[in-house]
């Protein structure tokens, strides 16, 4: 406990780093996966074959992946960007067959009555197929969440800060409240933005809540 009693600025520290990889790599993700797989679920044969590739994609190991993105991208390996990209790769696998399914869910009568009203493909998109596919699309955002918080923690390994270096300190040194702070730590962050995610969903479907 004393080392708890010491480290509470180490603590806050590594918790807003993780917060600064995490959070850009799910807002993109979201961002990338949602027109995609709109466009996936138009064009069923290109689309099947872009959504079989990214599910082979998340079947990648993580640290393999880190090691490949800087190889092909010029980025270093021990920065925050590498992590966001990576991050933001197996996102956009998690996410985009939900985004697809999502918006094939969306009834046809609505469209229908849609293009009768002379919308245009944007604007039927932005008011109509979007505002409905909401529910299904936060959902895979929460998962999405889980395990992009969960995942910045394997960066401790190749060097980048983050809980996740509370882990790999805590086991070298044989500190299990340091381990148990990470863990802890890491809980609650997914938890608080699990919880933004379910809030941000409900103000974006105020529909629902008068169900």
């Known amino acids: ?7 509470w600025a180490l603590i806050g520290e590594l918790t807003l780093t993780h917060l600064t990889i995490a959070v ?22 290109v689309g099947g074959v872009v959504l079989s590739f990214l599910t082979v994609l998340y079947a990648v190991p993580s640290l393999p992946l880190l090691i490949v993105i800087p190889v092909l991208s ?3 390996l021990r920065s925050r960007v590498n992590m966001v990209v990576v991050l933001t790769i197996y996102g956009i696998a998690v996410l985009i067959r939900q985004c697809a399914e999502a918006f094939a869910a969306v009834p046809a009568d609505v469209l229908e009555s849609a293009d009768a009203l002379g919308m245009s493909r944007l ?7 979007l505002p409905l596919a909401v529910p299904v699309i936060v959902s895979g955002t929460r998962v999405v969440i889980t395990s992009t918080v969960a995942l910045v923690t394997i960066g401790a390994f190749i060097g980048v800060r983050s809980l996740g270096t509370l882990f790999t300190d805590g086991f070298q040194r044989g500190l299990t409240v340091e381990v148990l702070a990470g863990l802890v730590m890491t809980i609650a962050l997914a938890l608080l933005l699990d919880a933004l995610a379910v809030g941000v969903g409900a103000l974006m479907t105020p529909w629902r809540r008068k169900q």
């Open 1 to 7: 406990m004393n080392w708890l009693s010491g480290s």
């Open 24 to 45: 850009p790599a799910i807002i993109a993700s979201v961002l990338i996966a949602v027109p995609i797989g709109a466009w996936a679920q138009r064009s069923k044969g």
């Open 74 to 76: 010029g980025v270093a």
């Open 123 to 129: 604007r039927r998109f932005c008011t109509v197929e």
